[in-house]
């Protein structure tokens, strides 16, 4: 079946350290593919997606290529602030059925200044 | 648009009790999800609606669960009789699919649900 698997964290950093989380994924055919952000207290949001293999997503600072060969959409951002601390869920669409998606467990980035 | 709307933010309850969790989507969206959030088990999907009709609900715990979608605009999510294990954060989500699969779902702030 179809799965998510992401990096475990937390993620701790300095302010404008570079970040890294990683995501792999499992599913037959061409999913699509996104990294969701939630705030405390707050819902996910959409931070970036991509829909097919060498495609790149961004936003905000953050980027995620989309490696059909690895199978894996990492994200990254070049210098972190506070105001990324967050949880960050990698997610996938199957691409042959529906808009249902399935998510990571989810990877909590703490920012410290 | 006020994005997709939860009813109650916060919900305590005590076991053995009928809890209704409500949302609405956002207006013309096609696809209402629910789903549930804990530390143990993260973000799983529980049941999804296309056009007011449930497409999947193999997320469901058990029979104590239930959801309807009645209009485009209104959906419940139920627990009848509800246990200290439903203690969780509930989310809906709603998306407009269009035939391809890379729409995106927007999420409400969620019901915090805790069962005494």
């Known amino acids: 079946g179809n799965s998510v698997t992401q990096m475990e964290g937390p993620v701790t950093l300095s302010e404008e350290a570079f970040l890294t989380i990683n995501c792999t994924y499992t599913a037959t055919g061409y999913p699509s593919l996104f990294w969701y952000v939630q705030y405390p207290g707050e819902g996910l949001q959409l931070l970036l997606k991509?829909?097919?293999?060498?495609d790149k997503g961004s936003n905000k600072g953050f980027e995620a290529t989309y490696r059909k060969e690895t199978t894996s959409f990492h994200l990254e951002k070049g210098s972190v602030q506070v105001s990324d601390s967050a949880v960050y869920f990698c997610a996938l669409s199957a691409s042959y059925n529906t808009d249902k998606l399935i998510f990571g467990t989810g990877t909590r980035l703490q920012v410290f200044p | 648009d006020a994005g997709v709307i939860q009813s109650p933010r916060h919900e305590v309850t005590e076991m053995g009790q009928e809890v209704t969790l409500r949302c609405k989507p956002i207006?013309?969206?096609?696809?209402l999800f629910w789903y549930r959030q804990t530390m143990m088990r993260g973000l799983e999907l529980l049941i999804y609606?296309?056009?007011?009709?449930?497409?999947?609900d193999s997320g469901m715990p058990e029979d104590r669960f239930s959801a309807k979608m009645p209009n485009a605009s209104f959906s419940t999510l139920k627990i009848q009789p509800s246990e200290p294990r439903d203690s969780a954060v509930y989310f809906c989500?709603?998306?407009?699919?269009?035939?391809?699969?890379?729409?995106?779902?927007?999420f409400g702030q969620g019901t915090r649900l805790t069962v005494v």
């Open positions: 207006s013309g969206h096609n696809s």
């Open positions: 609606f296309n056009n007011n009709v449930p497409i999947d």
């Open positions: 989500a709603s998306s407009l699919r269009q035939g391809a699969a890379d729409t995106e779902a927007f």
């Open positions: 991509a829909t097919k293999a060498d």
